[in-house]
Each structure stands twice: as C-alpha cells, then as structure tokens.
C-alpha cells in the first residue's frame, strides 16, 4: 500500500515534459496538408455556411395575386404537398417552419399564406429563394434572422427575387 501511494506521488509530481521522439503523423509532413482535427473544423465551417441562422419571425407585408408551379416542388425530396377540400393545398417541409397555403388552379397553387422560420430555415433559405423565382405575382415580406443580426426584406415580383438588409429598429437588438 505504501509503496503503492508513493509511486502514485511521483508520478503527480513530476513536472517534466518529454520531447516527442517522432511525429505519428504522416499528412502533417507533407506540405498542404492539415491535421486531422483542423480538417473536420474546416469542415464543419464549409457545412455551415449554408445556414447562416434561424429565422425568428416572418412578417408578410403584401401577398397579391402570387401563382407557384407545382412543377418546382417535384425537384425537392423532403416537401409535400397536401391536397385539401375544396381545391385547397398545403405545402410543407423544406423546414420546419415552412409552410405554403392556397387554392389551387390547374397546375399552380395560388398562394394565401407563407411562412418560413424556426429550426433549419436558414439552411435552405436559398431553396426557398429559388421557388419564388418561378413564381408569378407579388410578395414582400420582412424577414428577422436569429440573435437579432439582421432585418432583410424580400420583394418578389413576377419571378425577380430581392433581398434587402434593413436597420433593425429600436430594442430589437440584444445588449
């Protein structure tokens, strides 16, 4: 026991570093080569650009005349389109939060409501950017992203798509 508890204090004691007899790593010798680690940061990086943030809220201003083809919704596997009495449908699950609601006549959905926000909206922002470019009316919506970063504005009009950083107003902003 005691020799026991006195090795156990020599080694908590020893302060000493060794120098490493050879590096184990054969790609961090190669020049444009990263370690292992710094890989899977880079990569984790690359895989989040394409989800900058959350969107908090969605505010639509104007929705007037807006036409969508279902034809564009065939192109995404994680949407679905129900259809309800009535003529009407909804189309969900780009994200969770996105949702699509209007009449339909002939192949297009004549859009009464739209929202997008909540977890992963940010991540196919770009996606939903690209449905209303083959749409036909207007809609301007406000847009607030998470962590009160950015107020955008989005103006479609007869397939042009913009967006617009706004300034956030008063208060919106965290402290």
Known sequence: MVS??????SRRNRKWYREPRFSNRASSKRSGRFLPSIK??????????????????WK??????????LKVFDSYEDIDIEFLKDG??????????????????GEKVVVKVITNFGEWSGANWEDFLEILKSS????????????GDAVERLIAK????ETEILDPPIGFLKV
């Open 4 to 9: 026991r508890k006195e090795h156990r204090r």
């Open 88 to 105: 009407e449908c909804v189309v969900t699950g780009l994200t969770e939060g996105f949702e699509i609601r209007g009449n339909l006549e």
């Open 158 to 161: 007869d397939g042009e798509v």
């Open 136 to 147: 036909v009316g207007d809609l301007i919506a406000t847009v607030y992203w998470e962590g």
């Open 40 to 57: 899977a940061n880079v990569e984790e990086v690359v895989r989040g650009e394409k989800m900058p943030y959350n969107i908090t809220d």
């Open 60 to 69: 639509t201003k104007k929705i007037e005349n807006l036409k969508i083809s």
